[in-house]
């Protein structure tokens, strides 16, 4: 066992330095505005933006929030400024805090995400690209192009041909062999996988006598899909060769933890910070705390454990 104390905490995710594995995930932090009311952005590792379009985007009608027991269902449908203004404007607030800033692109053809590659290429303050082929919220684009290996890879090859920056692809669960689509993203280009969107999903008004959602279906995040992301990151960690980014349902350093073993290099934190702003900060100093608890020197030493000691026949055999 190594001394207790001072683990390094630092990852590197597809040649993008961060500090400690834990990012806030696109979708549930904006742009980094409304967040430095509650804490300095540099106690995370890195920030994943709101989904970015070509063009701006008014998003799905209201409502588009529902609570369930154990989860959240949303239908934002990708509402954001357009690049041009987040180059523009949200970009330069971010390089302020000198932390890796990861840009979510998602379009509805593949020549638009090729487009918002190119333009975010040489932007200075941008780390690296995390393509939204997952987004189960959009008529056109997003989880259509995730849902067929074929489609994956034309996506990822248009956007690896179109920039120099590390590029993480993000899956959607909603299909029934998430390696496959995996090894499809991995051999056209990507340096990572980000693993997962929302699983699709549904809530009815009782006393209303229709759909909670102005777009009648949404996705479900929280604690609730944690077992599935789990699943899905365990799969494609044995049969991948890039770095993974874990995400779904993780409230706690413990979640992030499982996360790590189960094969992920660093994790991103979603819904627990619609429930707490400080989620994201907190669990990395949970993260810490576990590492001083157990002994171990790196956070890296956590990543694939699991697979390791099921493998060598230890005590998870």
Partial sequence: MTPRGGADLEVNLAGIRLANPVLVASGTFGYGREMVRWFDLRRVGGIITKGTTLAPR????????????????????????????????????????????????????????????AKLDRVEGVAGLEVNVSCPNVRAGGMAFGTDPLATAAVVRAVRNATSLPVMVKLTPNVTDI?????AAQEAGADAISLINTL?????????????????????SGPAIKPVALRMVWEVAGAIDVPI?????????????????????????????????????????????????????????????????????????
């Fill in 58 to 117: 008014a998003g799905n009608p209201p409502p588009r929030i529902a609570e369930t027991p154990a989860g959240l269902l949303n239908s934002i449908g990708l509402e954001n400024p357009g690049v041009d203004a987040v180059v523009r404007e949200e970009i330069p607030f971010l390089r302020e805090f000198g932390i890796p800033v990861i840009v979510n692109i998602a379009g509805e053809t593949v020549e638009e995400y090729a487009a918002l590659a």
């Fill in 179 to 183: 390696v496959a689509i995996a090894r």
């Fill in 200 to 220: 699709k999903g549904l809530a009815i008004d009782v006393r209303g006598h229709r759909p909670l959602l102005g777009a009648v279906t949404g996705g479900l």
């Fill in 245 to 317: 980014l874990g995400c779904g349902g993780i409230m706690t350093g413990l979640d992030a933890v499982e996360f790590l073993m189960a094969g992920a290099s660093a994790v991103a934190v979603g819904s627990a910070t619609l429930v707490d702003p400080l989620a994201a900060p907190r669990i990395v100093e949970e993260i810490a705390a576990y590492l001083e608890e157990e002994g171990f020197a790196r956070v890296g030493d956590l990543v694939g454990l699991a697979r390791r000691t099921l493998a060598g026949g230890g005590e998870n055999s």
